[in-house]
């Protein structure tokens, strides 16, 4: 039977199903499976080859006929092959993992390793880690479990770690305010890696880009694994330059464009028609305000206050973060927040359109800004907030065609 898919709990935000279908000439399936269904699934072998992932890397071993030397030695399995109605097991995490790392020059040789997470991916990571000649590598685990230390133990003794890999799903949507460690226990941190690909920035590694550290996320482990999966699917060779072809794609495709500035900037007349050209959908956070509160802001301002308004605001915010594939403009104050600037951050890049003091606009249901002077005073104070917290800055001094080129031209040349 030619299919090929991906089991797993839950795979709800799966980008396998795009990258496999790029890379080959298959139909790719997700096919979630509860707990009780997985045994049964695998046992009757209707398919060509599988992927596996959470909970079932470790699960699918002893039901496979044989065992790739790699795999057994890691001891988790994330691809099955179904040849003549016997199943092969492999694990291309290892490859992913590995391949990452070796692209973006992460020195490991030498190096302490703290490993957050003890399942199927940690043991690809752990593997991988011992033949690039780590120092020590150290296991940390939540609970008590051999072969682990805890979080107070790791922090009281491996302060000094100089390279932490997060194989848990803490930080994964749709928990995507969480993180699996405090950072700011360790000063000697030369990089850190989450394997969690959705968020695209979890919450660990924009910790880690505003400590200066060097941060890798999970995406491009994701489509190495992938890349590596295919050959063994189809027994071919793929060029190693597709990950990073492919991951940028995703990147591109998947990633929102932000757009903050002063009330009458032009963020909503350029998302709009960015929106459009890159096939992505358009959200005004105002927009979206309105329509919860049931009137106009300057409404809700005079009855409610700021502080109520911005509490709505950051609901709504918070309820855009897992999302993908959007253009989003946000009122002028949303980036006052920095836990607002952190979620935005999560799948998006923020650009900061900034339009000359005196073409801005002001009064028209503008609770902050009713006058030219009162405009004058809220730039001036939001100014610096607008630089530090955008990753660009786009002039929009002239047509808006103008600072969509501008925009479109800074990201489709990112590479991620």
């Known amino acids: 039977m030619n299919r090929y898919g991906l089991i797993g709990e839950k795979l709800g935000h799966s980008f396998s199903k795009i990258i496999h279908e790029r890379m080959a000439d298959y139909t790719y399936e997700l096919i979630p499976l509860a ?10 072998k209707e398919f060509a080859a599988l992927n596996v992932t959470i909970p079932y890397k470790e699960a699918v071993m002893p039901l496979l006929d044989e065992i790739d030397s790699r795999a057994q030695r890691i001891g988790a399995v994330n691809a099955v092959v179904n040849r003549n109605g016997k199943l092969y097991g492999y694990n291309t995490d290892y490859f992913g993992f590995r391949c990452q790392l070796e692209d973006h020059h992460v020195a490991v040789k030498g190096r302490k390793v703290l490993v957050l997470g003890k399942g199927g991916a940690s043991k690809a990571v752990i593997t991988a880690l011992q033949d690039m000649e780590a120092r020590e590598i150290h296991i940390v685990y939540y609970k008590s479990a051999p072969g682990t230390i805890g979080y107070e133990q790791c922090y009281a003794e491996h302060a000094d770690a100089q390279l932490i890999v997060n194989t848990t799903p803490v930080g994964m949507f749709p928990n995507i305010d969480q993180t699996p460690i405090d950072l700011s226990r360790f000063q000697h941190l030369e990089a850190v890696v989450d394997v969690v690909y959705n968020p695209l920035r979890t919450k660990l590694v924009l910790e880690a880009e505003e400590r200066g550290i060097p941060s890798l ?200």
């Open 217 to 416: 996320a999970g995406l491009e482990m994701l489509v190495g694994q992938a890349k590596s999966a295919v050959e063994i699917f189809l027994d071919t060779k793929l060029d190693n330059g597709i990950i990073q072809k492919e991951t940028d794609r995703l990147m591109l495709v998947q990633s929102n464009l932000i757009f903050t500035g002063m009330s009458g900037c032009g963020k909503t007349t350029v998302g709009r028609m960015l929106a459009e050209r890159l096939n992505k959908r358009f959200v005004d956070t105002d927009a979206l305000i309105v329509e919860k509160i049931g009137m106009s802001i300057a409404d809700y301002f005079a009855a409610y206050g700021e502080a109520s308004f911005r509490k709505v605001e950051s609901e709504i915010i918070a309820s855009l973060a897992g999302e993908n594939s959007m253009v989003i403009s946000v009122g002028g104050g949303a980036v006052l927040d920095p836990k607002n600037v952190q979620l935005l951050k999560m799948n998006g890049r923020i650009f900061w359109i900034d339009r000359a003091l005196e073409l801005l606009e002001s009064g028209k249901g503008r609770p902050l800004a009713p006058t030219p002077e009162a405009a004058a005073k809220l730039y001036a104070a939001r100014l610096p907030v607008y630089a530090k917290t955008a990753e660009y800055r786009i002039e929009n001094n002239g047509t808006a065609e103008e600072a969509v080129e501008k925009v479109a031209n800074i990201y489709t040349s990112l590479v991620f």
């Open 35 to 44: 707990k009780e269904e997985m045994e049964s699934f695998i046992r009757r």
